[in-house]
Structures are given as structure tokens and as C-alpha cells.
């Protein structure tokens, strides 16, 4: 079984032109001072010229509306895109309604699909993903309270929930919520269509967070459901599918975090590198100092890791399908956190002071990082899921010791034995 993830000349161009265009018309997004509005005024001929370069929503097939690269070339994509917070949002791969796009594509009927995601993907609409709650353990979606009671034609949902990505802005949510409290923990939730101007949805506030005030609107918002009645269709797959949908959506969605991770590592440790052939102390420059060339030794090798395993986690995906890949995922996901927050952290250290200041992205980087742990899945609840499927492989040992393939000291001592007098008995 070989891995390759080479690519062909032409897609080869179209990563270089990304890289031009994320440095020349994206990166200086990120010091804009202006309102909504006017953001979206700067955005928009940017996200035209991405779709003339046929590089838009790249995380859907064409029959499903994106342009269908597969996870290698989504993967060395999202590396370029996910140096800049303003990146997915302009090649439209932007969480959550990337992942919600798919959830619409893959589950969603015809006429969801035309209401609600071909506008999505022709970014004339945005959406949340309404699950976590303030009342039950987010890594537990077992433990959901929202309830969706069916009245009618109608959906009655009530329940509270927050950290529901874009929900202040957004056009529609999708909100997991529980339609059969008396099936088993992964068959009491469904997926329902919530248009964001509905009666008695309640968008409260955008939880201030460590990342700190999300601009435009985006954000983690805080969310009432009270007595909120929407038409029966809108149910995505069947009752019941909730769970099996959420892990489809979080799958895919999870690696395209780690994906946009290496971007953002890489742009980190790029300024590292430079400022360390900049800044000179103590009669030499910071790059002769062992620990700053130890720091960017072991930020090189960890990335490099954090790449490889990403990749073939990408390709898995492509070649089984997301849920053959579900162990790789998992370690990438709690595996790249770790190396995003340790490369940004040693940059930010190089740099000293101007590395805490604004001046320069690291410092926003650094408190967004921290959420990587958390957020799709915490980095225990992924350990704990390598482990089992990891454990499930092997058998309890019938002898004393843990493994046929390590002779005991005695065994060895009698086939060595064994052998020499074999070679004497051959000689005489």
C-alpha cells in the first residue's frame, strides 16, 4: 500500500496563484478597520475572482455544487487558505457552513437542497450548527436537552444552547435536537432546518471568548428556543439520524481544521525563522543561539509530522471513506493542536515582545489555538477513541509474558545453545 501525494502540473499553478493571492489580497484583510458592511464590500470581488479560478467550495463534489478535489488536494489547499482567519472565508470553506453544506448535500432533500444550500454555496446566505448547550458536556451529545415535539405539520422545539457557531448572523441553523427521548443514546436525536428569522428563536449574544470579540458578526452565540414551530420538512434524513449525521459532518470537518492548522502553523514559524536571523542579543544573532535553533529544529519535525499523518489521513478519506479513516482523524485532531499551539507559542517567544503585541497576527493566533483543543471533539475524548480502536486489535496474552515475538531470557539461552552445538557437532 503505497501513499502518494503528489499532484499534476496544473493544480501545481493553482496552489502557487493561492499562495500570491493569500499574501497579496487576503493577509491585509486582517488589519481592516471597518464594519460589516464594508467588509463584505471588500471580500466580494475576491470571492468572485476565487470562483473564476474554479478554486470555490472545493470541499463538495461538482454534483453537489463545489468543485470536487478530493481530500489530498483539499488538504494542500486548506494549508495555503487556513494561514489567514479570513482565508476559508474567501475561498468559501468556511466552518460552519462548509460542514453544514455537506450535511444539506449528502442528507438533505431536493427542495432543502434548492431553499437553503445551493444559496449557501453561492455565498448569498450563511448558517450555524446549533448542538452544544450550556447545561450538558459538549464531548457528550448523548446527554442533549433540546427537545423537538411534532404537532401536526409542525416541529415545536424549546431548549438552550450556545457556542452555535455564526448564530447571530446566520440565515438558517441546523439544531440537534431530541425527537425520540425513549430510543437508545445515539437514536434520540434529529437535525432540523431553523430559519434564523423564526418566532421565538432567541439570539441572545455572541459568548465572548479567550480568542476574544469576534468581528462581523462572527462568533459563538448563545440561543434560546422557545416554542419554536417550523414546517415538518424541514427534518433533515429521518428521526432519529441526529447522531449518525453529526458524526458524518464532524469527520471530514474535523481534518479540515487540522488542514487549515498547518497553514497557520507554517506562517508562524516562518516569521520565527526570520526574526531569528533579524534580532541580535548577547553578540550574535538568535539564530545561533542552540535554544532558538532547537526550538525551530523540533517545530520543523513536529509540522512535518503533523503533515504527513494529515495527509494520510486525506488520503484514506479518499481512497476507504471517512469512516475507514476515523482513527487517523482523531489522532491528527488532538495531535496537530498540540503542535499549532507549541509552534505559535515558540514564534511568539522569539519574538519577544513584538510577538505578544498586535503588531503581528501571532498573538491572535495563539489565543484561537488554544480552542483547537476543545472545539469538534476534546483531546481526550479523541485519545480515548485512538486507544480502544488501537486496543481492539490485540488479544490478552495466554502466558506470563505480554508477546510471542519476545523469547523469554531462558528460551533465548536454549535456542542459543541449540545452535552452537549444531555448528559443533557440523565442524567435527
Known amino acids: 500500500m503505497s501513499w502518494d501525494f503528489s499532484t499534476e502540473p496544473e493544480f501545481e499553478a493553482k496552489l502557487e496563484w493561492m499562495r500570491g493571492f493569500m499574501r497579496d489580497e487576503v493577509y491585509p484583510l486582517e488589519v481592516v478597520d471597518t464594519d460589516e458592511a464594508g467588509f463584505m464590500r471588500l471580500i466580494r470581488p475576491l470571492q468572485a475572482e476565487v470562483k473564476r479560478q474554479k478554486l470555490w467550495a472545493t470541499h463538495l463534489p461538482p454534483g453537489l455544487g463545489g468543485q470536487g478535489y478530493g481530500q489530498v488536494k483539499l488538504g494542500l489547499m486548506h494549508e495555503i487558505e487556513g494561514a489567514s482567519m479570513w482565508g476559508p472565508i474567501v475561498f468559501g470553506n468556511q466552518a460552519p457552513d462548509s460542514g453544514n453544506s455537506e450535511v444539506l448535500a449528502h442528507f438533505g432533500t431536493e427542495a432543502q437542497k434548492k431553499r437553503w444550500l445551493h444559496p449557501l454555496l453561492e455565498g448569498r446566505m450563511r448558517s450555524a450548527f446549533s448542538m452544544t448547550e450550556p447545561n450538558t458536556a459538549g464531548s457528550d451529545p448523548t446527554l442533549l436537552s433540546t427537545t423537538a415535539v411534532l404537532d401536526g405539520n409542525e416541529w ?26 425513549d430510543a437508545g443514546p445515539y437514536q434520540r436525536a434529529s437535525m432540523i432546518l431553523v430559519p434564523g428569522d423564526t418566532p421565538g428563536l432567541k439570539k441572545l449574544r455572541n459568548v465572548e471568548t479567550m480568542g476574544g470579540h469576534e468581528r462581523f458578526g462572527y462568533g459563538h452565540a448563545e440561543i434560546l428556543y422557545e416554542n419554536v414551530r417550523v414546517a415538518a420538512d424541514n427534518l433533515i434524513g429521518e428521526r432519529g439520524q441526529g447522531f449518525l449525521i453529526a458524526q458524518a ?116 493566533m495563539y489565543r484561537h489555538a488554544r480552542a483547537a483543543r476543545i472545539y469538534d471533539g476534546a483531546d481526550e475524548v479523541h485519545r480515548v477513541s485512538v486507544a480502544r480502536q488501537i486496543l481492539s486489535g490485540y488479544k490478552e496474552p495466554k502466558g506470563m509474558f505480554p508477546t510471542d515475538h519476545i523469547p523469554t531470557r531462558r528460551e533465548a539461552a536454549a535456542r542459543k545453545f541449540a545452535s552452537l552445538l549444531e555448528t559443533a557437532v557440523a565442524d567435527a
Open 156 to 181: 415545536v422545539i424549546n431548549g438552550h444552547k450556545w457556542f452555535s457557531s455564526n448564530g447571530m448572523i446566520a440565515d438558517f441553523l441546523i439544531a440537534m435536537v431530541v425527537t425520540e427521548p
Open 249 to 364: 459532518r464532524l469527520g471530514p470537518g474535523r481534518i479540515h481544521h487540522c488542514m487549515r492548522w498547518l497553514g497557520q502553523a507554517r506562517r508562524a514559524f516562518d516569521i520565527m525563522c526570520e526574526r531569528a536571523l533579524q534580532r541580535e542579543a548577547f553578540g550574535k544573532k538568535l539564530a545561533g543561539h542552540q535554544t532558538v535553533q532547537n526550538w525551530i529544529a523540533d517545530s520543523a519535525a513536529e509540522m512535518q509530522a503533523a503533515r504527513l499523518m494529515t495527509l494520510h489521513a486525506a488520503w484514506v478519506i479518499d481512497t476507504d471513506g471517512a469512516a475507514a479513516a476515523r482513527r487517523d482523524i482523531s489522532m491528527i485532531k488532538f495531535f496537530g493542536a498540540k503542535v499549532l499551539h507549541d509552534v505559535i507559542d515558540r514564534a511568539i517567544q522569539v519574538n519577544g515582545s513584538l510577538g505578544y503585541s498586535s503588531d503581528l497576527p501571532l498573538e491572535e
